[in-house]
């Protein structure tokens, strides 16, 4: 099905950092790419780079910095609050550092996607790029997966694959995964907005990608 016929995604673009997920995603759309709009973008830290890129797409920017919360729900009850308001049916964590509650699962549930710098279920949590050196893998790569109450697991949606270079620090190996994570990002969404992602319901809760 062709972009126009879809109904354009809304989404809601949590970032704490360089946002370099957040300009994939707006540059897709911005060519055309990706039958989305970017409502709103959050950060968590007021210096997040990622806040720029979004103002230079005119894109409505929130800073909501987590200490000021006395606790994570309250934190993601404020997050909810501010996604509502601004009309989002989707949420993408795109590099947000931060754990969620089920204050904000149970808002939007099946509608957060998280992209993770390994293939999961190897190296969740804190730096994957450095768990993948310091474990010596050879190959590693990104996952855009759906968001359950666990720590980067949840439904697999899509995955990328990149070679670790023997001369490689966690920097270098960092810039190759991100390349990945901008393509493995988009093409999630492109196909959640063609209709074509479906999460099976029982226990394993896999993604299925309809041809
Ligand atoms: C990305 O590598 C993303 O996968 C990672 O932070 C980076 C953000 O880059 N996220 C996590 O590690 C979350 N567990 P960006 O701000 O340039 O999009």
Sequence with gaps: MKPEHETPLKLGVLISGSGTNLGAILSAVEAGRLSASVALVI???????????????????????????ASRELFDQA?????KEAGVEWVVLAGFMRVVT?????????RVLN??????????????QAQALAYG?????????FVDSGVD?????????????????RDTLAKRILVEEHQALVEALQLIAAGRVLVEPGPRRRVRVRP
């Excluded at 950060?43 to 780079?49: L, Q, T």
């Excluded at 089920?102 to 099946?110: C, E, K, Q, R």
């Excluded at 949840?154 to 070679?163: D, F, L, R, S, W």
């Design 153 to 169: 697991t949840g439904p697999v949606i899509v995955q990328k694959v990149v070679p670790v270079l023997a001369d490689d620090d």
């Design 79 to 83: 997050l909810v609050s501010a996604l």
């Design 43 to 69: 950060s968590n830290r007021v210096d997040a780079f990622g806040l720029e890129r979004a103002a230079k797409a005119g894109v409505a920017t929130k800073v909501l910095p987590h200490r000021e919360f």
């Design 115 to 128: 992209v993770h710098p390994a293939l999961l279920p190897s190296f969740p949590g804190v730096d994957a």
């Design 137 to 145: 893998v050879k190959w590693t790569g990104c996952t855009v997966h």
């Design 102 to 110: 089920s204050v904000l699962l149970d808002a939007f549930p099946d």
